[in-house]
């Protein structure tokens, strides 16, 4: 399910990195006294009342002028406040309304986002402080009295989060269709592949690496089911990193894979696999997002007899991690099994989301260790005792133990395949979790 986005805006040094920190339950921002410290956007996943939801810290924003470090600021901030489904305000009650807090609310009216205005740095408990009544004037509604600092008023202020959060039925409806992200770094077809599929030149396409700045989705309905497709920027190398705006464009790259069920990496066919394709398919893996590596421009790679054979092996050597991972050839140009990847992408949602009896995998688990013999240290061996599947998106295991201590990365290893093997699993990672029994965790 898509976790719901809450941004956190405001112009420089009144608290909202303090805020996110304390939110979050690790220092994540940075905090410091001195305003702009935070330039990009910095996301992380949190929970109030159980509810599941994106936090995002932005930079300050301040008034309009020639300073580019400034103008890049506002930049973020305002593709933190698009892709927002709830926009949190934060003021300083010390500094009462100012200019900038007034330019701020008439930017975020015309947003028609949920706002939740909260002044910050009411560091005194009981009556909440006289200036709080002026920031009624912003006409956001009631202004929330918090200290981000002494961790006051930070629960009623997340019930009201929670409150503005679309509802539940609302990602349950949504979550009827396939979310799709396709990723990769810049200029290897990824809008070209957006159009062809919807028909229409819905994204820009453009030889210019970089055209894509945000992520943009695309619903898309045909005979093998219900899509949104998410178009987004390409990410680059960190050393090519070197505009704020480009930051930004990585950091919605990272968010269109947590929102996604299934990643189409691109690569491009005539420069092959290189460290940054490598480096964007282990963000997808890391997140435990289905995965399909989608070769681009294959139109136009000279072949002869096993050409494809033996690119795919190429591709599975180097990115050998993935390997569960399958590998199609297409042309975004022309349309060359485009088609196939619909059925690709809904038998990989399928496995990322399989669910497995616990009697069937302990059968697995059993004739895993009849074939190959848990290892021992010192006289003490390794007794797998049994497992259970803990949840999907990735498929999870829990393997309990007798000693976690003896229970080596490669003989987990050798578990994760006798689960493909048996179970199929193809285009997801499997996580293992290793338990003794008896342990609370």
Known sequence: MSKPIVAIIGKPNVGKSRFFNYVVGQRISIVEDTPGVTRDRIYANTSWRDREFTLIDTGGIEKENDDIIVSQMREQANIAINVAD?????????????????????MLKKSNKPIILACNKSDNYGEPPAELYEFYNLGLGEPHPIS?????????????IY?????KKEDEDENER????????????KSSLINKILG???????????TTRDAIDSDFENEYGKYTFIDTAGVRKKAKVNESIEKFSVMRTLLAIERADVCLVLIDALEGVTDQDAKILGEAHEAGKGIIIVVNKWDEVEKDTGTLEKYKKEVKEKLSYAGYAPVVFISAKTGQRVNKLFEMINNVNSQNSLRVSTSVIN????????????????????????GTQAGTKPPT?????????LFHFSYERYLVNCFRNNFGLEGTPVRIIVREKGDKN
């Open 86 to 106: 709830v926009i949190l305000f934060i003021t300083d009650v010390r500094q009462g309304v100012t200019s900038s807090d007034e330019e701020i609310a008439i």
């Open 363 to 386: 059968e697995v688990i059993n004739e895993a260790i009849s074939v190959v013999q848990p290892p021992s240290d010192k006289g003490r061996r390794l007794k797998v005792l049994y």
């Open 200 to 210: 229409e030149d819905r994204s820009i396409v453009s030889d210019v690496a970089g």
């Open 148 to 160: 981000a600092a002494n961790a006051i008023g930070i629960g009623d202020l997340l019930d009201e």
């Open 397 to 405: 295991f829990v393997i309990f133990v007798n000693n976690k201590e």
């Open 163 to 167: 409150n503005k959060l679309p509802s």
């Open 178 to 189: 396939i979310k799709v992200a396709i990723i990769g770094k810049p200029n290897v077809g």
